[in-house]
């Protein structure tokens, strides 16, 4: 979430005073704001010289994380929503589509889980595709220099030496290209960062390429998350759902899909299991896991979680290698 110096300038109670009180509670963003004791820093305000403006600070602060929100619906409300905004894109493969229910639902976060080599990134890549085909922006975040323009060719239907097509070929795929925003991103710090900005360049209007986003790729999720977990504290685990609460915010108030990839680890009963633990399998509204036998261009997928669809439903022989 912001930064408290960042809301100075919009809201003027949050000062540099305001900003030095809570500096001294170790409270520099809204997101350490929000962890805090409330009761117990309206107890040390009361206890400064400027109590009271540092607690009318504290009931801005308080304001400005109401306003963000979103206003309550009703059931027939989220059903004519759901009508209008949460349609469906193509992953691009029609046995991934015909499993989940036509493809990749709008304001849900979907999941991929696998060991590598398992075809997640070659999902994430043909989503990517297909969605910038329909002439929409995709934004994929790539913690592993996985993305590949050759494999985005072959997907829409040209040769992987794409740069020797006809000058038609090569025009609809440089469409595409530039409708595939890539961000090397390398920690979840910086992954925080692209998402505040894409947010609030979708909430401002700002940014052409970011009026029309309709896909949010991680490709993956849990290589920035699992080094903040080893630690013993607390911190990783609370950015960790900070992460999802922030994907699936704007999955949701931007009418967005979210696609991410996690892999696998071993389970204590000698299976594998998604990694990231107990609390992330709540964050996802549709997991799927993929696999594939060794040297294979096929994989299987199998639906782990799903809000319509019954959990161990699997598509076989999904074809993804070439």
Not at 44 to 62: E, V
Not at 120 to 145: E, P, R
Not at 263 to 281: C, I, R, Y
């Amino acid at each position: 979430m912001a930064p408290l110096n960042s809301l100075e300038k919009e809201y003027p109670l949050i000062d540099s005073n305001f900003q030095i009180f809570c500096a001294s509670h170790a409270i520099y963003s809204v997101e350490d704001f929000l962890l805090h004791d409330i009761d117990a820093l309206f107890t040390s305000a009361t206890n400064c010289s400027s109590s009271q403006k540092l607690n009318q600070g504290i009931h801005q602060l308080l304001s400005i994380i109401d306003a963000l929100h979103p206003p309550l619906l009703n059931g027939l409300q989220l059903v004519e929503d759901a009508r209008q905004n949460k349609h469906v894109f193509s992953t691009g493969c029609q046995g991934i589509d015909a499993l989940i229910g036509g493809g990749l639902r709008v304001g849900q976060l979907t999941e991929l889980v696998g060991p590598s080599s398992s075809g997640k990134t070659q999902v994430c890549l043909m989503s990517a595709s297909t969605v910038a085909k329909h002439n929409c922006s995709v934004i994929y975040l790539d913690t592993g220099n996985s993305f590949s323009p050759q494999r985005v060719a072959h997907f829409i239907g040209q040769s992987s030496d794409y740069v020797s097509g006809n000058q038609a070929d090569r025009r609809l795929l440089q469409n595409v290209l530039d409708r595939i925003i890539c961000y090397p991103v390398f920690d979840v710090y910086q992954m925080f960062d692209l998402l505040h900005q894409l947010k609030n360049n979708l909430r401002s209007k700002i940014g052409k390429s970011d009026r029309h986003v309709k896909l949010l790729i991680v490709d993956s999720i849990s290589s920035l998350i699992t080094p903040i977990l080893r630690g013993s504290g607390p911190q990783g685990h609370t950015l960790m759902i900070s992460a999802g609460f922030l994907l699936k915010q704007l999955a949701h108030e931007h009418n967005i899909t979210v696609l991410v990839t996690n892999h696998v680890v071993g389970g204590d009963d000698g299976n594998s299991k998604p990694a990231l633990g107990e609390s992330w399998k709540s964050v996802p509204h549709v997991r799927l896991l993929l696999s594939r036998d060794c040297g294979g261009k096929v994989c299987n997928m199998s639906i782990i979680k799903h809000p319509a669809m019954a959990s161990g439903r699997t598509a076989t022989s999904v074809r993804l290698f070439v």
